[in-house]
């Protein structure tokens, strides 16, 4: 799965819609196969307005059941040499040299908010982790 915003998806090509995804989700469904998707809502080009529908397209398709409670919470890891870091969405993000990784800093303020209010409540809930499966 992709982050639900077509914004996002015609940024990066990715050939699809939301309209798409829901179509899928609801097929799936039809026919009795249970997805087990993730997500990385965090990433420096998401607004925060995108994160704020986030969970309702969650709970609209169902998806809400199966998505573990990290998905609401895990943020891009930046790698060195990732493709990502030519990318135009990344102009107003502050980067920071981490030595394997760039640690990155939205430029709006409400989306690292949101970040750490959700990783506090992952972290209240004990499920917190990278964007990384350990």
């Known amino acids: 799965m992709e982050f639900p915003s077509d914004r996002i998806l015609r940024i990066f090509d990715k050939g699809i ?6 179509a ?11 997805l087990n998707p993730t997500f990385i809502p965090f990433t420096p080009w998401v607004r925060y307005e ?15 059941r199966v998505v573990e409670p990290t998905a609401l919470q895990t943020r891009l ?18 980067l920071v040299d981490r030595g394997f990784h760039l640690d990155w800093t939205h430029p709006d303020r409400r989306v690292e908010e949101l970040w750490q209010q959700r990783r506090s409540e992952a972290e209240d809930a004990g499920a917190v ?3 990384v499966k350990c």
């Open 17 to 22: 819609d939301v309209a798409h995804m829901r």
């Open 24 to 34: 899928a989700i609801a097929e799936a469904d039809r026919i009795g196969f249970e």
């Open 50 to 64: 995108e994160l704020l529908t986030f969970e309702d397209f969650l709970v609209e398709t169902g998806l809400a």
């Open 77 to 94: 890891l930046l790698f060195k040499g990732s493709p990502l870091l030519q990318s135009p969405w990344l102009t107003d993000v502050d």
């Open 129 to 131: 982790r990278c964007c």
